[in-house]
């Protein structure tokens, strides 16, 4: 009794905003059992776990300008064309849905990285995204006094997609595609053309980024977030620390895809169907998920592979069963991307992120 009446304070104090939902690293706001599929709680002293969020979201004071140095911002193009991985001419491209001819590519240094160090780097998706939070959230807490809310000074890339959405699209493409695919494109393409970009090179001679795939993180939202789960599943080797926020782990792969024949129901797989989650080796992952209350297609039956909420869900169950670091955040009277849920969390999401880098191994 006096530990539900605690717990629900803590909740109260969280949907007011007297605390943030990961200070000092401690599960604070733990999942409603009220709330409908509510996985199994666990928790332990970093902050895995089930969390509920809302329906009042203060932006977090990390997330905002504090006056802090400043890092460089850099802004390019890549032109599809010159692409090895992703030319905009595949064949599973609908003739009605537009393709970029060229993807921007923002990059920001923070102050706090010192040129020659091997960086930690996040990839976003479909750049510029959340790069204005990023930005103050790796200026604010890079320098923080607080060792456990101190983020590593990771260089930021946020890489456009390459053009409109859902099947037959390219940004469905590179982001539904159960495969390698886009995790190959950005460390064989995006990468090298970063570190050799004759700008930043100039103002940082001997840039560099870290080998150690945990020191490469991946975040996006939508079919973004559930490229960025992708990416880590296929190429562990490459990329372990990954953020999804509304992920789209329904059935969005193009129908004529040559990975249907692996995976028919695309990303729903990795929770039902196939259960990949469940059923392959654990895979050393670390893992942030989110979905909103109204998320997309919040009511329908499962038989439509496509109700976000449930995916959702259901992967967070399927990490939790498979004992995988895994966070999962579920926000009240919120819809699809919701820009209030990333200035409430994103700073705690990232904190709890990178936690443990670099003793990683």
């Known amino acids: 009794m006096i530990c539900n009446l605690f717990c629900r304070l803590i909740q109260i104090a969280c949907?007011?905003?007297?605390?943030?939902?990961?200070?000092?690293?401690?599960?604070?706001?733990?999942?409603?059992?009220l709330a409908q599929n509510t996985a199994t709680e666990t928790h332990s002293a970093n902050g895995n776990g089930d969390f509920t969020v809302g329906p009042d979201y203060p932006i977090d004071p990390d997330l905002t300008d504090q006056g802090n140095p400043k890092?460089?911002?850099?802004?390019?193009?890549?032109?599809?064309a010159e692409s090895k991985i992703f030319r905009g001419d595949d064949s599973t491209l609908s003739p009605r849905k537009k393709?970029?001819?060229?993807?921007?590519?923002s990059v920001y240094i923070p102050a706090a990285y010192q040129d020659g160090t091997a960086a930690p780097i996040l990839v976003t998706h479909d750049?510029?995204?959340?790069?204005?939070?990023?930005?103050?959230?790796?200026?604010?807490l890079s320098i923080s006094k607080d060792p456990e809310r101190r983020l590593p000074a990771f260089?930021?890339?946020?890489v456009q997609n390459g053009g409109d959405d859902g099947k037959g699209s390219e940004r469905g493409l590179e982001y539904d595609t159960m495969s390698d695919r886009l995790a190959r494109f950005i460390n064989d393409?995006?990468?090298?053309?970063?570190?050799?970009?004759?700008?930043?090179?100039?103002?940082y001679p001997n840039i560099a980024f870290t080998d150690n795939p945990w020191g490469r993180a991946a975040m996006?939202?939508?079919?973004?977030?559930?490229?960025?789960l992708t990416m880590g599943w296929f190429r562990p080797d490459l990329f372990r620390r990954l953020i999804t926020y509304s992920g789209t782990f329904v059935d969005q792969q193009d129908d004529d895809a040559p990975e249907e024949a692996d995976y028919p129901l695309g990303a729903w797989e990795y929770h039902s169907g196939m259960k990949l989650i469940e059923n392959s080796d654990k895979k050393p992952l670390r893992i942030f998920t989110h979905v909103s209350?109204?998320?997309?297609?919040?009511?329908?039956?499962?038989?439509?592979?496509?109700?976000?909420?449930?995916?959702?869900?259901?992967?967070?169950?399927a990490l939790q069963a498979k004992g995988y670091d895994y966070r999962f955040v579920f926000s009240r009277d919120t819809r699809h991307c919701d820009g209030k849920v990333f200035q409430h969390t994103l700073a705690d999401t990232l904190v709890w992120m990178w936690q443990g880098y670099p003793e990683s191994n």
């Open 15 to 33: 949907a007011v905003g007297l605390l943030s939902l990961g200070t000092a690293m401690k599960p604070l706001c733990a999942a409603d059992p």
């Open 71 to 80: 890092g460089k911002l850099f802004e390019f193009t890549m032109p599809l």
């Open 99 to 105: 393709v970029r001819t060229q993807r921007k590519i």
């Open 127 to 140: 750049g510029p995204s959340r790069l204005d939070l990023v930005r103050n959230a790796v200026d604010n």
């Open 155 to 158: 260089i930021t890339i946020a």
């Open 189 to 203: 393409e995006v990468l090298p053309a970063v570190l050799n970009r004759p700008e930043i090179k100039a103002a």
């Open 220 to 228: 996006g939202c939508s079919s973004g977030g559930a490229a960025a």
């Open 293 to 317: 209350e109204n998320d997309n297609r919040a009511n329908d039956p499962e038989s439509t592979y496509h109700n976000w909420v449930m995916a959702n869900r259901r992967t967070a169950a």
